[in-house]
């Protein structure tokens, strides 16, 4: 597999019910950190992961966990979820008002900040916090879900994204979620990205490609 990018699989796509094996996996297959989607049945559909779930697979591997935080009010729950031992904490501009507060207090927590965007929301939304963030991501599906197809055009994002990141000299990197596969990956690298978030095709070994 082509390592041109960091690789962070999504334990969306685990069996859930033996994700000590989901962890040991990511590690054999040369992942580079864990994307670990957090979703409260009000932002998006589904419910997933609390903390204390992260907090007993901090003990399971040194990965850095990727934190994606697709809740209604996540200011509520980055304490814990730093506490618990995530590395990046990712929230969505859409979810909350105060975004430069709370990327500080991410910060501030000693945690790597992140912010995201779904599909119908432009690049624009983000240009007063971009110089604060340590990592943007791009879902390139609207959330909720794994396994769907990915939206192409949501790429377009990655690569102004990196145009801006070069011009003001940030310091942030770029991370695509959704619909990545063998037949996407190509596109999703020509764009520009740093880091590949993939759960249906990774778990399935659809992405060994």
């Known amino acids: 597999m082509n390592k041109s990018y960091l690789l962070a699989p999504s334990l969306l796509s685990a069996d859930f019910s033996d994700l000590r094996s ?3 996996q990511i590690e054999a297959s040369g992942g580079d950190m864990v994307h670990i989607d957090v979703m409260d049945g009000h932002f998006v559909p589904n419910l997933t992961f609390g903390a204390p779930v992260v907090r007993s697979l901090r003990k399971r591997t040194r990965l850095p966990f990727d934190v994606h935080l697709m809740v209604s009010n996540p200011a509520a729950l980055v304490d814990d979820f730093v506490s618990a031992g995530a590395d990046y904490i990712c929230f969505h501009i859409e979810a909350e008002v ?3 507060r709370l990327l500080q207090r991410i ?3 000693g945690c790597k900040a992140g912010i995201s965007l779904v599909p119908s929301t432009p690049v624009s939304a983000l240009m007063e916090v971009l110089p604060f963030v340590d990592l943007v991501l ?3 599906v609207n959330p909720g879900f794994g396994g769907q197809e990915m939206i192409p055009s949501c790429l377009e994002k990655v690569t102004l994204l990196k145009k801006i ?7 942030y990197i770029v991370s695509v979620d959704g619909g990545v596969n063998c037949k996407t990956l190509p596109s999703v690298l020509a764009a520009g990205t ?3 978030v993939s759960g249906s095709a990774f778990f399935t070994g659809e992405l060994n490609c």
Do not use: K
């Open 22 to 24: 989901a962890i040991a």
């Open 98 to 100: 105060h975004a430069h």
């Open 107 to 109: 910060r501030e927590l």
């Open 138 to 140: 791009v879902m390139t």
């Open 165 to 171: 990141r070069q011009e003001n000299d940030f310091s």
């Open 194 to 196: 740093d880091v590949v």
